[in-house]
């Protein structure tokens, strides 16, 4: 037996060409991953407009709540002058503000929420609304609430010691009595005052 052969009889020759064979598979089917992501991206481009962020909205997380979009006062849900509804919220180690959400259901909802402090997120009951919260950047995303109802809305970024009381909720009201209730020009919340 000399260095070329190997226990089982086999030369190195062998071995390099299994080698070979298995390296040419792998990277076949590497290619093949590789031209699904491809083809999906391009899918989901092409069939739901679906593109990575076109601009990135900043914000100072130590002055919102003095002054701009997300003073307090603000905060909630609201029908806007182009007729859109428009939720407001900010995450704070360990709450939401506010509390508890009011939205339409049946209707585009706008989500625009920020953090104060450190990386937060929510997702809300078993809908696709899901969105992380950076501070120094304003998060937005339009979704619709198709049935009327209640959802929990945890926050799902791991903030810190509290993180697991940490939790909103969201109610999903009849579209025409979320109008009636917005018409009066008010944030529409449900948190009890
Ligand atoms: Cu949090």
Same mark, same amino acid.
């Given at each position: 037996?000399?260095?070329?052969? +190997?226990?089982?009889?086999?030369?190195?020759?062998?071995?390099?060409?299994?080698?070979?064979?298995?390296?040419?598979?792998?990277?076949?089917?590497?290619?093949?991953?590789?031209?699904?992501?491809?083809?999906?991206?391009?899918f989901t481009g092409i069939?739901?407009?679906?593109?990575?962020?076109s601009r990135v909205e900043?914000?100072?997380?130590?002055?919102?709540?003095?002054?701009?979009?997300?003073?307090?006062?603000?905060?909630? +849900? +609201?029908?806007?002058?182009?007729?859109?509804?428009?939720?407001?919220?900010?995450?704070?180690?360990?709450?939401?503000?506010?509390?508890?959400?009011?939205?339409?259901?049946?209707?585009?909802?706008?989500?625009?929420?920020?953090?104060?402090?450190?990386?937060?997120?929510?997702?809300?009951? +078993?809908?696709?609304?899901?969105?992380?919260?950076?501070?120094?950047?304003?998060?937005?995303?339009?979704?619709?609430?198709?049935?009327?109802?209640?959802?929990?809305?945890?926050?799902?970024?791991?903030?810190?010691?509290?993180?697991?009381?940490?939790?909103?909720?969201?109610?999903?009201?009849?579209?025409?009595?979320?109008m009636k209730r917005a018409?009066?020009?008010?944030?529409?919340?449900?948190?009890?005052?």
């Amino acid at each position: 037996m000399n260095a070329a052969t +190997t226990p089982a009889g086999h030369s190195s020759a062998d071995a390099h060409d299994v080698a070979a064979a298995a390296e040419r598979r792998w990277a076949w089917i590497v290619a093949v991953i590789i031209a699904l992501l491809v083809a999906m991206m391009v899918f989901t481009g092409i069939k739901w407009a679906a593109m990575p962020p076109s601009r990135v909205e900043t914000i100072d997380p130590r002055t919102l709540h003095i002054s701009g979009e997300f003073v307090e006062s603000n905060l909630g +849900t +609201t029908i806007g002058p182009d007729g859109r509804v428009v939720s407001r919220l900010i995450a704070q180690q360990y709450s939401f503000e506010p509390q508890c959400i009011v939205v339409p259901a049946g209707m585009p909802v706008t989500f625009r929420a920020t953090s104060t402090d450190v990386v937060h997120g929510f997702i809300v009951g +078993t809908t696709n609304a899901n969105t992380m919260l950076v501070p120094g950047f304003v998060a937005t995303f339009t979704t619709t609430f198709q049935r009327p109802g209640e959802h929990l809305m945890p926050c799902h970024e791991y903030c810190g010691t509290g993180h697991e009381a940490m939790w909103a909720r969201v109610q999903v009201l009849p579209a025409q009595e979320f109008m009636k209730r917005a018409a009066r020009g008010e944030k529409v919340t449900c948190v009890r005052r």
